[in-house]
């Protein structure tokens, strides 16, 4: 199905499914604002992640863009702390940094933490990663405006319906040709749709009526799973240097998440 054909059925098939079981969304329950600039952050973030794998080179390649994907459980935090006035301690800063590091160490290939290698590998193919960087900025600015704005209700239908409708533009706008379909590829496209539409569907009410702190660090060892899920799904085989890198970003990110944190001790007598 291609890069754009797949990414326009996969969100469609989302988008029935949100319909189907959380029914059409109620714009009149949101403010105009939000509604703007949560589209902007939403819509921005699934093109991005979609286009950004999709593009991807190979194997190896897409299981990297997906790591740089996952500095979003720091940027969210941050967020949190920087615009939502969450209280944090003076070591986030460490978490940040060694998130950065951690992908640092990933897109230097099996020569580690190596600038030379990072620029090489990055120019192989810079608008995968750029579009993956962009995903997680996008992602931790729309969970975080969502917080803020205790927003009830749930218009992730509403953001599935708008990616969609994109995509199948810039499929027909693109000249991609006829769709082709597979058994395998239809296959895929039907599970990635269930698991991704209910998947922000939760977590947008999660974000909007929990601690959004916690549950960013919560997220922390997601890189390793999907990693590891990848890996065995696109027969990739990951360099050590690849794992010590994602290690670093679970910790950076957990790193952060503690910093928000406000732990108090009783002595016991």
Not at 51 to 80: C, H, K
Not at 137 to 145: E, G, K, N, P
């Amino acid at each position: 199905m291609g890069a754009v054909g797949g990414a326009a059925v996969m969100y469609s098939l989302s988008t029935l499914l949100l319909w189907a079981i959380f029914g059409l969304p109620n714009l009149r329950q949101f403010s105009r604002s939000y509604l703007f600039w949560a589209s902007i952050f939403f819509v921005g973030c699934e093109l991005c992640l979609s286009l950004s794998i999709g593009f991807a080179d190979n194997a190896r390649q897409a299981v990297e863009v997906g790591m740089v994907n996952y500095l979003w459980p720091t940027f969210t935090i941050i967020g949190a702390v920087w615009f939502n006035k969450q209280p944090a301690k003076w070591w986030i800063g460490i978490g940040f940094v060694l998130s950065f590091v951690g992908i640092a160490t990933v897109l230097g290939g099996d020569g580690g933490f190596s600038l030379p290698e990072i620029i090489g590998n990055v120019r192989t193919n810079p608008l995968s990663y750029i579009m993956a960087l962009l995903d997680a900025l996008f992602w931790a600015a729309y969970c975080t405006l969502t917080a803020r704005t205790k927003a009830q209700g749930n218009a992730v239908g509403f953001f599935f319906l708008l990616v969609s409708c994109i995509l199948w533009a810039k499929y027909f706008a693109g000249g991609y040709g006829s769709l082709h379909f597979e058994t395998g590829a239809i296959l895929y496209a039907v599970a990635a749709a269930a698991c991704m539409g209910l998947g922000y569907a939760v977590w947008n009410i999660g974000i909007s009526r929990g601690n959004m702190t916690v549950l960013a660090g919560a997220s922390y060892f997601i890189p390793i799973f999907s990693a590891l899920i990848s890996s065995f799904l696109l027969n990739a085989p990951l360099s050590v240097q690849f794992w010590q890198g994602a290690i670093m970003v679970c910790i950076g990110s957990g790193v952060c998440w503690l910093a928000t944190q406000n732990f108090s001790f009783r002595r016991v007598e």
